[in-house]
């Protein structure tokens, strides 16, 4: 039997656990170097790995480089190549920010609990912009009579917030990987108009203060 090989235990960029992974291929481009004049000779070059985190089934993909004389025993630093972690939203506050990492962990575990954490981030979004209402529907459309998303995007948040019933509510279905795109997209979309557009615009602005000040 091939024994499997496995690494150093490492943060998984999919799920956020901590642990070894199973190695499931290898490429390298090691190769031996010999300097004639002092003699020595050594091994180097960068390597590559497809792994298989063991909590949540993902595949990731890295690469190393390795050198006989320079790498220590605790083995060479990688670069993650896939995936290449969560995605950072511009200008979110901290605590949605919190929120929608929270999210993006349990995205490829499961697609419910991912709905479930995107409806706390919309709950969050209506805290912070001061919305009145009831409930999430009332609140998401009293963001949108003030203007600070079209009604367009409400109704996609509306969208958003009916996923989440599912996710939460047994009884309502079930979510499956298939909606995670369609999660994921109604979120981003959402958070970058509230949040990641003005704070563009500010640092455009500022730069554009900062030119004109310079000018005599
Ligand atoms: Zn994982």
């Given at each position: 039997m091939v024994e499997k090989k496995?690494?150093?235990?490492?943060?998984?960029?999919?799920c956020g656990n901590k642990a070894p992974m199973l190695i499931v291929a290898e490429y390298s481009h090691i190769k031996n170097h010999d300097d004639e004049e002092s003699g020595m000779s050594w091994e180097a070059g960068p390597y590559w790995e497809v792994l298989e985190c063991l909590?949540?089934?993902?595949?990731?993909?890295?690469k190393g480089y390795w050198h006989d004389l320079l790498t220590d025993e605790c083995g060479p630093e990688y670069e993650i190549l896939y995936p290449n972690g969560p995605q950072v939203i511009r200008g979110l506050p901290q605590q949605i920010s919190k929120s929608y990492e929270a999210a993006?962990?349990?995205?490829?575990?499961?697609?419910?609990?991912?709905?479930?954490?995107?409806?706390?981030?919309?709950?969050?979004?209506?805290?912070?912009?001061?919305?009145?209402?009831?409930?999430l529907f009332q609140r998401l459309e009293d963001i949108a009579k003030k203007g600070i998303m079209p009604q367009q995007l409400a109704d996609m948040a509306h969208a958003l917030r009916h996923l989440r019933n599912i996710g939460?509510?047994?009884?309502?279905?079930?979510?499956?990987?298939?909606?995670?795109?369609?999660?994921?997209?109604l979120s981003k979309a959402i958070l970058e108009y509230v949040y990641s557009a003005p704070a563009l615009v500010q640092l455009v602005q500022s730069k554009i203060d900062a030119l004109k000040a310079k000018k005599p």
């Amino acid at each position: 039997m091939v024994e499997k090989k496995h690494t150093a235990a490492f943060t998984c960029t999919h799920c956020g656990n901590k642990a070894p992974m199973l190695i499931v291929a290898e490429y390298s481009h090691i190769k031996n170097h010999d300097d004639e004049e002092s003699g020595m000779s050594w091994e180097a070059g960068p390597y590559w790995e497809v792994l298989e985190c063991l909590s949540c089934n993902s595949v990731l993909f890295r690469k190393g480089y390795w050198h006989d004389l320079l790498t220590d025993e605790c083995g060479p630093e990688y670069e993650i190549l896939y995936p290449n972690g969560p995605q950072v939203i511009r200008g979110l506050p901290q605590q949605i920010s919190k929120s929608y990492e929270a999210a993006q962990r349990v995205k490829t575990i499961d697609s419910n609990a991912f709905a479930v954490l995107l409806g706390r981030v919309l709950d969050l979004v209506c805290i912070d912009k001061n919305a009145v209402g009831d409930d999430l529907f009332q609140r998401l459309e009293d963001i949108a009579k003030k203007g600070i998303m079209p009604q367009q995007l409400a109704d996609m948040a509306h969208a958003l917030r009916h996923l989440r019933n599912i996710g939460a509510h047994a009884n309502l279905g079930e979510l499956t990987p298939a909606e995670v795109p369609i999660l994921e997209g109604l979120s981003k979309a959402i958070l970058e108009y509230v949040y990641s557009a003005p704070a563009l615009v500010q640092l455009v602005q500022s730069k554009i203060d900062a030119l004109k000040a310079k000018k005599p």
